[in-house]
C-alpha cells in the first residue's frame, strides 16, 4: 500500500522558515517525480514545485522562486521541501505527490499526480 506522510508545518511569523518532509513507502519511489502542493481555505490546489526521478530537475511556481527549495532522497524514499522568508500568502495545506510514470518530469497539473499525502498545515502569521 503507497502511503506518503508529511511533516514540519507549523505556525511561523513572516519571514522565518520552515522544512516539509515527505516519507514515501510501500513502493520504490525512485524513477517517478515527486511534487509540494498547496491549498489555501477557499482556494483550488495550487502548484508549488517538483522534482525529477534524480532530483536533477527541478520546477516551482514564480511566487516561490528563490524561497523554496525541493529535494529529494531516493535511498530514504524522502522528499523535503525548505521554505525560507516565508509570507502570509504561503499559508495553507501542504500536499505531497507522486506520479507513478516513470522518467517524466516538470509536471505541474496536480490531476496528472497519482498518489498524494495528508498534508500538513503551514500558518505564516505577518
Known amino acids: 500500500q503507497v502511503q506518503l506522510v508529511e511533516s514540519g508545518g507549523g505556525l511561523v511569523q513572516a519571514g522565518g522558515s520552515l522544512r516539509l518532509a515527505c516519507a514515501a513507502s510501500?513502493?520504490?519511489?525512485?524513477?517517478?517525480?515527486m511534487g509540494w502542493f498547496r491549498q489555501a481555505p477557499g482556494k483550488e490546489r495550487e502548484f508549488v514545485a517538483t522534482?525529477?526521478?534524480?532530483?536533477?530537475?527541478?520546477y516551482a511556481v514564480d511566487s516561490v522562486e528563490g524561497r523554496f527549495t525541493i529535494s529529494r532522497d531516493n535511498a530514504k524514499n524522502a522528499v523535503n521541501l525548505q521554505m525560507n522568508s516565508l509570507k502570509p500568502e504561503d499559508t495553507g495545506n501542504y500536499y505531497c505527490?507522486?506520479?507513478?510514470?516513470?522518467?517524466?518530469?516538470?509536471?505541474?497539473?496536480?490531476?496528472?499526480?497519482?498518489?498524494w499525502g495528508q498534508g500538513t498545515q503551514v500558518t505564516v502569521s505577518s
Open positions: 522534482i525529477s526521478w534524480s532530483g536533477g530537475i527541478t
Open positions: 510501500g513502493r520504490s519511489f525512485s524513477t517517478g517525480t
Open positions: 505527490a507522486f506520479i507513478t510514470k516513470p522518467y517524466i518530469y516538470g509536471v505541474r497539473d496536480y490531476a496528472k499526480y497519482d498518489f
